[in-house]
């Protein structure tokens, strides 16, 4: 597995001809440890109606490094077409946010809500919201959106014996992280890392 992955769950801004609306996004790094372990890393950050869209692609280069996996969310459409668009344009949308640094690729995953709720549950984060209808609310979940992508991917891609060692040691990283975070602002950003030593959770990326 690569030795750093991060995974993006987008709220694209408004295009120019729409009205001005919150936008941001929620990033989850998974990073290994020399020693053998991983640290965790989550970064979500809003910004308001009528902020500058290229800030946040700014920041998200900073989250990037030559070595970074990056890996889109996007909830699977009804149909072909995703407010009017194909998969391949919206794709294109997402890449203008995503600074490419390095040779390592830019995955888009399309992921079906029932398996996104499953991973979701794999992860003790509750249900999350099927229908959100404004930004707003949509910003309240992009770090928890990007969470639960990475774990769907997660349980697609590696063996049982290294997705298990990784859902344990993410259990425990999130149960720390709610207990040291009891109130958040929306529109700051928001941080928690804890790196696991090898003799909690041996195994590599």
């Known amino acids: 597995m690569p030795a750093r992955v991060m995974v993006l769950s987008l709220l694209l801004p408004p295009r120019a001809y729409e009205p001005p609306a919150p936008f941001g996004f929620g990033a989850f790094i998974v990073t290994r440890d020399l ?9 979500s950050h ?3 109606a009528g902020y500058e869209p290229l800030r946040m692609r700014d920041r998200i280069g900073k989250l990037l490094t030559p070595d970074t996996k990056t890996l889109i ?15 391949e344009t ?8 995503v600074p490419r640094l390095g040779l390592i690729t ?11 709720v499953i991973a979701a549950g794999m992860g003790n984060m509750g249900q999350l919201p099927a229908n959100m209808v404004t930004p707003i609310q949509r910003l309240r979940y992009v770090g928890l959106e990007a969470q639960a992508a990475w774990l769907w991917w997660l349980f697609a891609t590696s063996s049982p014996m290294k997705r298990r060692s990784l859902l344990a040691a993410y ?31 041996s195994y590599n990326l």
Do not use: C
């Open 35 to 43: 020693m053998g372990g991983a640290k965790f890393t989550t970064n």
């Open 171 to 201: 259990r425990a990283w999130s149960a720390l992280r709610r207990a040291q975070v009891h109130s958040s602002s929306l529109f700051s950003d928001q941080r928690a890392e804890a790196l696991w030593p090898p003799g909690y959770s």
């Open 90 to 97: 919206a794709f294109v949308r997402d890449l203008d946010f």
């Open 46 to 48: 809003g910004y308001g």
């Open 106 to 116: 830019v995955t888009r995953m399309i992921i079906p809500h029932s398996e996104f």
């Open 73 to 87: 969310y996007a909830a699977a459409p009804q149909d072909a077409d995703q407010r009017g668009e194909n998969l």
